[in-house]
């Protein structure tokens, strides 16, 4: 069975900080992606990435930035964190033409 | 752009009633459509999918036709149960370049016994 892992559950940061929220999969996906999910607007991608060190903007990159410096780890940087960027944070890869699996998701808090 | 419109929750509903969550989809070409349910707590699972008009997908009792003409995939469900209580979102993906998805709003089913 594919496995993809986020590093934290649950995650408070303070305005300004740095945060590292990270995903590892177990298998050898090329093809890694960044959401975040809030009330009302679905999923939006942030970043994706389709090979070590290679990354692409997605729809809502500002504020981001994203690491893959191996195939399994797919790290999404917060520069300086802001109340605005409170959400839940859902990992994907993807699995076959078109499908998408999902990590259990980090829920960020900004205070 | 490519686009995904499904009805607004929440929908609550008794155990063993049906269950009818539409949606519809604004795309260029020929998208594959697909309906992901996400449990209290946890992260998306593809519930089912449909790549070509007219096909029909379906798993765990939850079924959705792919209609072009009217750029529609509808979620179904003869009998709910209690268990299927969850966010359900529609999505598209589109041919060429990345393999981007788009997601709907998402839908909440509370299904009470």
């Known amino acids: 069975d594919v496995k993809v892992t986020q590093s934290s559950r649950y995650l408070v940061k303070r305005t300004g900080e740095k945060v590292f929220l990270e995903c590892v999969q177990d298998m050898d996906h090329e093809n890694m992606f960044w959401y975040r999910q809030d009330p009302g607007l679905g999923l939006r991608l942030i970043y994706f990435s389709y090979d070590v060190k290679m990354k692409e903007k997605g729809d809502i990159p500002e504020g981001y930035s994203v690491s893959r410096e191996k195939k399994e780890r797919f790290s999404l940087i917060l520069e300086s964190a802001s109340t605005n960027q409170t959400s839940m944070y859902l990992c994907a890869i993807q699995t076959g033409p078109y499908e998408q699996y999902f990590g259990p998701g980090t829920r960020l808090t900004v205070t | 752009g490519d686009s995904v419109t499904q009805m607004e929750g929440p929908v609550t509903l008794s155990e063993e009633a049906f269950l009818t969550i539409n949606c519809t989809y604004t795309?260029?070409?020929?998208?594959?459509l697909f309906w992901y349910v996400q449990y209290p707590g946890e992260g998306l699972q593809l519930l089912l999918k449909a790549t070509k008009a007219d096909d029909k997908g379906s798993n765990k009792g939850f079924e959705a036709t792919y209609r072009k003409e009217t750029t529609s995939f509808h979620l179904e469900k003869g009998s709910v149960q209690v268990s299927d209580s969850a966010v359900y979102f529609c999505?598209?993906?589109?041919?060429?370049?990345?393999?981007?998805?788009?997601f709907g709003t998402g839908t909440k089913l509370q299904v009470i016994p």
């Open positions: 999505a598209l993906s589109g041919q060429g370049g990345y393999q981007k998805v788009t």
């Open positions: 795309a260029t070409g020929y998208p594959s």
